[in-house]
Each structure stands twice: as structure tokens, then as C-alpha cells.
């Protein structure tokens, strides 16, 4: 089955940096590949997603790249805000069939104004 | 909100007693998903039903069991609950497009 890695496990950075968050996959059958942010005390929610056809994709702030060859992708915030703290998922499943992805541990983000 | 809720949001519950929570959605899809989440261990899967009367097991399946006699409707079951299952609970859909998952607001739920 599948392993998705996601490091670091918190990351600490100051109001107006960037912040990178990568996850590493195994199964070359995985296509589809989202991240999800959550607040404290809320529910996970999708910020972004890239399939496999697309190297990178961007959203305003936030980008995600994606290296099918090394079988890892990455999230990129550029000019963080407090508001950015939370904890953030990475996932990799196939787009189709019983959608269920495989959830990276999360990565806690913390942003100091 | 988003056509997925869940109840109850909180509930403690003494260890061997059976515990339901539920998950209603409005979105008519065909795929659910229970997940716990805990420190350290991001999302895992509990339970997934493809259609009414339609489940399997996911990762973390012992002691809990699950029912679909509705689309709307999937049910989480601890038969006998333990400590080992003080979690929160998350169903979630897929999204109405693409790929990704909606989720429920969540069940807090502590077995003392």
C-alpha cells in the first residue's frame, strides 16, 4: 500500500517568510495528490491539490510542486501570516475508484508576527 | 455547512459501553469515510461504505463497525469502547468536484 512521509513535523517561522513543507509517496500508481489545512478545534479543509500531468500549481500564496521521477511533492506559502498557523496534511491516493487517500502525520505551522 | 454533519460533537462515555456516532450528508454521494485523528498519527481510516449496505475496512477497523441503510446516512459503531479510542472522529465526502474530501465538523469523543 501506499506511505506518505511528511516533514518537518512543526515548522516555526516569522510573519512574512516563507515556508516549505514536503512529502515523499511510494506507489508510482498514485495520480492525485492534495493538502489540506486545519485550524485549531476545526475540520481539515483542501487549500490546494495537483495531479500527476502538472508539475506545479498555484493559488495566490500558496504553490505546490510535484517530482513524479522522486516521488515527492511539496508546499510552498510565501509571505506567511498569522493567520497561516495550523496544522497542515499532505495526502497521495489514485484519482478514481474509492478515493481514499493516504494521509501524511501533519506538519505543525506556526507563524510569529 | 458543506452538506456534511456530524453528531454528537462531544460525548464521554464509560469504557465497555457501545457508542454510535453519525454522519448525515445531503450531497447524495455515493462514497463516506470515518477517520480518527490523533497526535502524531494525522488522519487515519476507519471504515468506508461505496454505497448503501456497501462497506470495508480501513487501517484501524477492530472494534468499531459501521452501517449504510441510507445514502444519506453511515453510522460508526464502537462496540465495547476503550481508552484506545478516545479520538476525534471526522466522516468525510468527496468533494463535488475533483478529487479531494469535505469533512464533517468533527466527534470528540472520551472513554474514561
Known amino acids: 500500500g501506499e506511505n506518505v512521509e511528511q516533514h518537518p513535523s512543526t515548522l516555526s517561522v516569522q510573519e512574512g517568510d516563507s515556508a516549505v513543507i514536503k512529502c515523499t509517496y511510494s506507489d508510482s500508481a498514485s495520480n492525485y495528490f492534495p493538502w489540506y489545512k486545519q485550524e485549531l478545534g476545526k475540520r481539515p479543509q483542501l487549500i490546494i491539490d495537483i495531479r500527476s500531468n502538472v508539475g506545479e500549481k498555484k493559488d495566490q500564496r500558496i504553490a505546490v510542486t510535484l517530482n513524479k521521477t522522486a516521488k515527492h511533492f511539496s508546499l510552498h506559502i510565501t509571505e506567511t501570516q498569522p493567520e497561516d498557523s495550523a496544522v497542515y496534511f499532505c495526502?497521495?491516493?489514485?484519482?478514481?475508484?474509492?478515493?481514499?487517500?493516504?494521509f501524511g502525520r501533519g506538519t505543525s505551522l506556526i507563524v510569529h508576527p | 455547512d458543506a452538506g456534511i454533519t456530524q453528531s454528537p460533537r462531544h460525548k464521554v462515555t464509560e469504557t465497555g459501553t457501545p457508542v454510535t456516532l453519525r454522519c448525515h450528508q445531503t450531497?447524495?454521494?455515493?462514497?463516506m469515510y470515518w477517520y480518527r485523528q490523533d497526535p502524531g498519527h494525522g488522519l487515519r481510516l476507519i471504515h468506508y461504505?461505496?454505497?448503501?449496505?456497501?462497506?470495508d475496512k480501513g487501517e484501524v477497523s477492530d472494534g468499531y463497525s459501521v452501517s449504510r441503510s441510507k445514502t444519506e446516512d453511515f453510522l460508526l459503531t464502537l462496540e465495547s469502547a476503550t481508552s484506545s479510542q478516545t479520538s476525534v472522529y471526522f466522516c468525510?465526502?468527496?468533494?463535488?468536484?475533483?478529487?479531494?474530501?469535505?469533512f464533517g465538523s468533527g466527534t470528540r469523543l472520551t472513554v474514561v
Open positions: 468525510a465526502i468527496k468533494l463535488q468536484t475533483g478529487f479531494g474530501y469535505t
Open positions: 450531497e447524495n454521494h455515493r462514497y
Open positions: 495526502a497521495a491516493s489514485e484519482a478514481g475508484g474509492s478515493y481514499i487517500p493516504t
Open positions: 461504505s461505496y454505497g448503501v449496505k456497501d462497506t
